[in-house]
């Protein structure tokens, strides 16, 4: 019969090593999912806008508005 394979990782809050098996899993306790959740909410991880390229942009134009201004 195959082990079940286990993770460990550290918790993204406070360091601490959690195994994957850990109920909490990914962090280390209901605290620190509390403040994670806490984070979210106050707006502390922002997910940033895509990056555009200029020459992107230059592309997306149409020369043909240009010639009627």
């Not at 394979?5 to 899993?25: G, M, Q, W, Y």
């Not at 962090?27 to 509390?34: G, H, K, N, P, V």
């Not at 922002?46 to 201004?69: C, H, K, L, W």
Request: glycine share 2%.
């Amino acid at each position: 019969m195959p082990r079940k394979r286990i993770v460990k990782l550290r918790c993204p809050i406070c360091k601490k090593p959690v195994k994957s098996d850990n109920s909490e899993f990914p962090f280390c306790s209901d605290r620190c999912r509390l403040v994670d959740l806490g984070k979210w909410a106050s707006g502390q991880y922002v997910i940033s806008s895509p990056v555009t390229d200029a020459e992107d942009a230059i592309r997306d134009r149409n020369p043909e508005d240009e010639e009627e201004s």
